[in-house]
């Protein structure tokens, strides 16, 4: 049971705004971890923290990578966040949408590549090994998390399910170990829901992936989080198993407001 | 009863345009003979004109309502005529036959005239083609690009004034100063991006323009250099014909030289990285891009090019002043890639021939040059703002 993404005191403001209140938070190897909350109790401004997107006021994230030394990680720029191993998607969809489905997931690999200017006017045996390396890599990723069929399709035609499901292909595709993953059911109907616990679980066991997410679908936190954070204006209210959170009264009052008396 | 409303619109329409008209094409006011003249003639030409081609611009308007619906049923299974003629073999190898053997007879048919009129368009497709990558591809609106233009311009005819330094030696230096001036003003500009990048570029430009013309120590002010060498083939130099024909080749060596490094350029990691960030500038960092390397990458590269020419366009004129760059040439070489297409490299060839050859061969109309410029610009924003070959993926096959 090793800690691989460590919070401490995590504080972010914005002007007199307190988004994030010294918040603790960890995420252990091998685990799917949620942090769930009401809208607008600061878990995207926690994933941009974490990601390098902001520069958080206060407090520590550090992060371990499985079989590596632990490394703090805030300030970092958001790209060295990702070839540090943490990738993430984002609530609002944000595929390059001008560029096909497999060079999409062919972004992910840069990170893990080299080749520059020189090689690519070049295009000496290392670069063409690097490329084919870099398709073929790319394509199974898209036959693991099933759109390859929309290879070569532009992200920006492809249907609402598969665009959710291109953004975890490409997050993959920068090798991390761990996922973030912002609201990936949202706007899915219950099947493609059901096909996204399938895919989550799959990343876990098969990949190793531990995976931090934030969503709004009870059934599927519940079903699928081994631990759930609960977040209310930037501050951590709860943490527990699904059953723990799903019993627990602070939880309930913060969800449905004081006046609640069931 | 559609048909009727279309008619009373069109009819208003009309209407506008001779209100709009009325002082300019009916009125003339005579002073010397102090008559006013009413030329009702002209107000009824306008007035059918307009209600007639009314009709043409709600009728293309449709159609291309009509071919967006298509595109938006996403089985994007037909490809346009163009692209097909760039994708298949079967049309593409006697095109590119076809092609090289008109360029290559092009200066022995036609006259010195037209094989220079030629090259100057050559040299704007390189410069299309390098604008290109900073624009088309990395999404960055540069209108300072003649900036670098000049500088490798200026680098070589100074180069070859003071220290008699050759064209061959020169076209080298022209393309790394023009690459260090890329870096120089890509790292100021990082931060910003869309409207705030172009006032800045275009600063940027002028600054260079305005420093050449004043600082007549360096460059000798408004007057300019002359006398600069024309290019030589090892130590030859060459009459003017033979120099003319010689640089004309020499721009068709460059121009399949830019094409070759920019199709390899934009379907590599760099050009993918470059396309990302087009597209998304967060997700494209969030993926592991460094933002500031790939912007500082394009703005070089497409430098570069600008260097390049720059020397080249120097021992073309062999007499070079600040007035060869002032911001029309920018926009110039803006509007072919737009007009071309973005990130589209044979779209970016085609913008460059027409917009450098047509009003060279439209001499006739030489009066109403700008206004045809500005009239197709803004019909082809309206019915074709993507241009006129829009950017295609490669697309990859897989048997599985």
Redo the contacts between chains.
Sequence with gaps: MNTILEVKNLTMDFGGLRALDHLDLNVVEGEITAIIGPNGAGKTTFFNCI?G?YNPNEGEILSSPPGKKRKKINGL???HV??KGI??T?QNI???????V??NV????????S???I???L?GRS?IK??KD??DFS?NILKKTGI?HL????AK???YGAQRRLEIA??IA?EPFLLLLDEPAAGMNPRETRELDELITRLRDEDNISILMIEHDMKLVMSLSDRIFVVDYGRKIAQGTPCDIINNPIVIKAYLGEDFDA | MIKFQEIKKSFLVSLWFMFLTFPIMVIRVNPIEKIVEWRWKNMIIVGIGSFLLSFVWRYMLKKREAGEKRAETWESGKTSFMQRILEERRFYIPLVTGLTIIAVAFPFIFSMYQTSIMTTALMYIVLGLGLNIVVGLAGLLDLGYVAFYAVGAYSYALLNHHFGLGFWSALPIGAVLGFIFGILLGFPVLRLRGDYLAIVTLGFGEIIRLVLKNWNEFSFGPSGIANIDRPGFFGIQFSLQAATIYLYFLMIGLVIFTIIVVNRLQNSRIGRAWIALREDETACQAMGIDKTRTKLRAFALGATWAGMVGVIFAAKTTFINPASFTFLESAMILSIVVLGGMGSISGVIIGALILILLPEYLRAFSDYRVLIFGAIMVIMMVFRPQGIISNIRRTYKFNE
């Design positions: 990601t997107i720029k958001p790209n990702t070839k990738a993430r984002f944000r595929l390059f949408s001008n560029m096909t497999l060079e062919m972004i992910g690999r840069h990170c893990r590549t080749s520059g200017i090689g690519a006017i295009r670069t690097e490329e870099v398709v394509y390859s290879v070569n399709e532009f035609n492809l249907p490409r997050a920068t």
